[in-house]
């Protein structure tokens, strides 16, 4: 059975989609079955796997809403072992048509129960707000990756975000725990970089991703080439950080394909 991570921050700007199609491409390549689901309009996640959104004819919207069987939405990337549920701009309607639906908050969980069991992992790309989708997203999440940008405004809304997650914690989810915060877009050369990290650090201690994503031009040029950036450049930075990101996670909850006995050093 899979585990569901959803990662999300409902301020923009903070490399999310970046981070959801990077951290699911390196665990694919670390030869876990992934699934990628695209729960954001702006459908950003869908191009950056190389597919084409005007092509897109059914999404995570007729699955929600027409209860289309995702099985018959899926999308297999060019990366084998990672599959995607694309996007598209109508999911910016489903949260007005689920408002005076039964269980509105759980119709997400009901597609991903569907599917989960053919999977390692499942990784959700919420939208940047704290919506109904997106609220649905962390029912059906077992955790929730925290990006942080290293630039100024970095704490600013975190603590609605934390808010919320206790709410749903409260009320919806309460198996919903905190898999980290990840620090992304990390200039060493800038003193305002290393004082952020050392804010964000201070006040997460051990919540914290000891991998940070660094500022890297590859990393930016591979979604308009419809790549991760493993697929794009293997060598750089930004794909070397991504696969840390995702052994560090694997050690992080004992998940490595290290046999045991490999694991202890004499």
Excluded at 38 to 55: K, L, M
Excluded at 93 to 117: F, H, Q, T
């Amino acid at each position: 059975m899979a585990k569901i991570i959803a990662v999300a921050n409902q301020k923009g700007g903070v490399g999310k989609t970046t981070s959801a199609i990077n951290f699911a491409s390196s665990l694919a390549v670390l030869e876990h079955k992934v699934l990628l689901i695209d729960a954001d309009p702006q459908a950003n996640a869908t191009s950056g796997c190389g597919f084409d959104i005007r092509n897109v004819k059914t999404s995570i919207y007729e699955s929600i809403i027409d209860e289309v069987h995702p099985k018959d939405i899926i999308l297999n990337s060019e990366i084998d072992n990672l599959d995607l549920i694309p996007s598209h701009i109508d999911l910016v309607g489903a949260e007005i048509e689920m408002l005076n639906l039964p269980n509105r908050e759980k119709m997400m969980k009901v597609v991903i129960d569907k599917v989960k069991d053919e999977y390692d992992f499942v990784i959700i790309d919420c939208s940047p707000s704290l919506g109904l989708i997106t609220v649905n997203a962390l029912t059906a999440a077992d955790s929730i990756i925290i990006p942080v940008q290293c630039e100024y405004f970095a704490l600013e809304g975190l603590g609605k975000l934390l808010n919320t997650i206790k709410i749903i914690q409260n009320r919806l989810n309460p198996d919903l725990k905190i898999e980290g915060f990840l620090l992304t877009m990390y200039d060493s050369r800038l003193r305002l970089s290393n004082q952020v990290v050392e804010e964000v650090r201070k006040h997460f201690q051990q919540m914290v991703f000891e991998t940070i994503i660094q500022r890297n031009v590859r990393l930016g040029e591979a979604p308009s080439y419809g790549k991760p950036i493993i697929m794009y450049d293997a060598n750089s930075t930004g794909a070397v950080n991504y696969l840390n990101l995702a052994r560090e996670f694997l050690q992080k909850n004992d998940m490595t394909k290290i046999p045991t006995e490999e694991k202890i050093i004499e």
